[in-house]
């Protein structure tokens, strides 16, 4: 990330999900591919009517037979455009309180009667985010991850490690950027001195949380700090790249614009401080 090498895919936090939940078997045919990239991934999990509350999902899996017919709508999909697969949340059991009807599935990205559709982002790309469609797509049963209804638990797992900032990588493309905007400024200015020290203080904090999960400390809710601390520092960044160039340079302008999606991305930072205020402060929210 120093040196200005594109970022590894950014999906590794699948990898959780399916360490924890997943069968021998699934493990053993499907972790190869995703730590060394030959396999790609997307996450099936938001939909139009689904998002911070992910529970209110519709996409729907019947069992039939020895397969799974799945119908629905999934949006703000990472790389569904080049995925081969996808790990998909559907709901198996309408009858049951709806985080326990939820199921996990390993979809084939090839698999007929599912549709790709770019997402144009307000930078003007193309390429990251997509909306998918299921229509009566059928996957072999074997391919639900965990049993049925286990599926929020796996949900959680993942997003739990989507939240935090797991890898020095980010905190890497953020000093590199402040340093590069130091360089051009005339004199340093407010914005750009604290976007150098909050750049400072993330990179700190990531350090002491990869110690922690060496100790095998697991993290759970505390995820949201971590997201609401990798949001600020980005968008602080941001606006200190604007406070430099203003709107002359395209690459920084479209960082910026990236930096807003920040707060909604992965949960809500609002949805992120509830979570604080009920499980990690009991506030009872």
């Known amino acids: 990330a120093k040196a200005g090498a ?14 924890r939940h997943g069968s021998v078997e699934l493990q053993e045919r499907f972790l190869p591919g995703m730590i060394d990239g030959t396999e790609r991934w997307c996450q099936g999990f938001s939909e139009p009517g689904a998002g911070s509350d992910l529970a209110s999902l519709r996409t729907a899996a019947v069992r039939e037979g020895d397969e799974y017919v799945i119908n629905g709508h999934k949006i703000w999909t990472s ?3 080049i995925a081969d697969w996808c790990l998909l949340l559907a709901r198996t059991d309408p009858d049951v309180p709806r985080h326990r009807g939820i199921s996990a599935f390993i979809v084939p990205m090839d698999t007929p009667g ?4 770019p997402l144009k982002m307000i930078s003007g790309i193309t390429t990251e985010f997509g909306q998918v469609t299921f229509d009566d797509v059928r996957v ?8 049925p209804g286990d ?4 949900a959680m797992t993942v997003v739990g490690h989507e939240r935090e900032p797991s890898t020095l990588g980010y905190v890497a493309r ?7 905007l130091v360089s051009r400024a005339d004199e340093p200015n407010d914005e750009l001195a604290l976007a150098a020290v909050e750049t400072e203080m993330l990179r700190l904090h990531v350090r002491r949380r990869l110690s922690e999960q060496l100790d095998g400390v697991s ?4 995820g949201s700090l971590d997201k609401l601390l990798m949001t600020w520092t ?5 606006h200190a790249a604007l406070s430099v160039t203003g709107t002359s340079d395209p690459e920084l302008l479209s960082s910026y614009l990236y930096s807003r999606a920040q707060s909604v991305m992965g949960g809500t930072s609002q949805i992120q401080k509830n979570i604080i205020a009920g499980r990690l402060l009991g506030l009872g929210v």
Do not use: F
């Open 114 to 117: 599912i549709v790709q559709r």
């Open 219 to 222: 993290h759970s809710s505390e």
């Open 140 to 147: 072999p049963a074997g391919n639900i991850v965990g049993q």
């Open 6 to 19: 594109p970022p590894r895919p950014s999906l590794g936090y699948l990898l959780h999900g399916l360490c």
């Open 79 to 81: 790389y569904s455009d």
């Open 151 to 154: 599926g929020w638990a796996m």
């Open 174 to 180: 953020y000093a590199k950027t402040v340093q590069s």
């Open 234 to 238: 980005e968008q602080t960044v941001g």
